[in-house]
């Protein structure tokens, strides 16, 4: 759990920033705006992130070699793709955010066609004039608290999952179970370490990632848990991936409708989180 401090800044903030998204109302799709605010989202908590443990490791250490250097970071970002590198620019701001972004999937493999999924330079859903207003108003708000950790993480993300899916029209919401939902299933379940857990309708990821802290409340160690889950939506099993990456969440997540096509039939599982049997979960 989180302390209420901590919780009170996390929300305050994303109360702030979700208010900043409604420049992308009117212009977009509920899907499109889902996908572009969602990856620009992923962009900044990990280039805030990064920024933060390069400050610390230069506070701790004194050189800037060794602030930079794979040691210090959870992931790897590029001279001049950071954030606030690209806060700077006036002029392109898609071409930089695009190239910022290609870059860090490039050094980083786990990251490819989740962080760069989308075109910022495509103007026919989003003028770059708009694109650039956003971005601004997102750079005025540091996403990472002092204390955060990956719980901490990613719940800002889940926030914004909640909010959009909460908002969103009918049927987009299927992808989406409510996280308290979530926590009396696995609490009933009952996860141990060292067992295979399948979702084959896993949505954004969050039984998979309540069983984690389940084990972890439980003083087990998730990390010797062994995570699976299909998704039949492209977008909705990215955003997953995202989720389940910004908690240190290790899972397999594979497209695919599991009524036609099931994967993992040769993996023994624990148990299935599986409440509908084509749409999403969690």
Request: net charge negative.
């Amino acid at each position: 759990m989180l302390n209420n401090n901590v919780d009170k800044v996390i929300n305050s903030r994303y109360t702030w920033l979700w208010k900043s998204a409604d420049f992308f109302r009117g212009m977009l799709t509920d899907e499109d705006f889902r996908d572009y605010f969602f990856q620009l989202l992923f962009y900044k908590l990990l280039s805030d992130k990064y920024r933060k443990e390069y400050d610390l490791a230069l506070q701790e250490f004194g050189d800037e070699k060794v602030a930079k250097d794979k040691i210090s970071h959870w992931i790897n970002i590029p001279d001049g793709c950071l954030w606030d590198d690209i806060q700077l620019t006036r002029d392109g701001v898609g071409r930089r955010i695009n190239f910022a972004v290609n870059e860090i999937a490039r050094m980083n493999p786990r990251l490819y066609n989740l962080i760069n999924k989308i075109d910022f330079t495509n103007q026919k859903y989003l003028s770059e004039d708009y694109l650039s207003q956003v971005f601004q108003l997102i750079s005025q708000i540091d996403l990472i608290t002092d204390e955060y950790t990956p719980e901490i993480f990613g719940q800002n993300f889940e926030l914004f999952i909640k909010k959009y899916m909460v908002e969103a029209p009918a049927g987009v919401a299927e992808f989406y179970t409510p996280r308290e939902v979530v926590q009396i299933l696995v609490s009933c379940l009952q996860p141990e370490e060292g067992l295979e857990i399948y979702d084959p309708s896993c949505g954004t990821g969050g039984m998979l990632i309540e069983s984690c802290y389940y084990v972890k409340r439980k003083l087990g160690d998730p990390k010797m848990l062994y995570l699976f889950g299909q998704e039949i939506n492209e977008d909705i099993s990215a955003i997953a991936k995202i989720n389940l990456f910004l908690h240190d969440v290790n899972a397999e997540i594979i497209l695919g409708d599991t009524l036609v096509n099931p994967k993992f039939l040769d993996n023994p599982v624990y148990y299935s989180g599986n409440h509908s049997p084509r749409s999403a979960s969690a």
